[in-house]
Nanobody, 124 residues
């Protein structure tokens, strides 16, 4: 079994930065892709970023390209999302998830385990 715990969310002004962390307990994450998703009030959960099991491949939704960076630390069994130049439109609950294979996708159904989420609020 895998448990994922996100942290690092909070309230920040537009233009500011936050770094989200997703720590895993149980089985190692090393061979699996990891993803970050977000869900704003009244909206469906949407893809943000993914990183492959090897850490070589990354992919981002267009709205965060150049501002967000996904990375992983195999020794700490942790995945990060560095968020810079935050905008009010980035306000959401952010979830990390472990993929079913080594390559990530943009669809929620491809991810087997989910964290409880961390709130990110960006004020204008």
């Amino acid at each position: 079994q895998v448990a994922l715990v996100e942290s690092g969310g909070g309230l920040v002004q537009a233009g500011g930065s936050l770094r989200l962390s997703c720590a895993a307990s149980g089985r190692t994450l090393s061979t699996y892709a990891m993803g970050w998703f977000r869900q704003a009030p009244g909206k469906e959960r949407e893809f943000v970023a993914t990183i492959s099991g090897s850490g070589v491949g990354t992919y981002y939704t267009d709205s965060v390209k150049g501002r967000f960076t996904i990375s992983r630390d195999y020794a700490k069994n942790t995945v990060y999302l560095q968020m810079n130049s935050l905008k009010p439109g980035d306000t959401a609950i952010y979830y990390c998830a472990r993929g079913a294979t080594t390559w990530g996708t943009t669809t929620t159904s491809s991810y087997a385990y989910w964290g409880q989420g961390t709130q990110v609020t960006v004020s204008s």
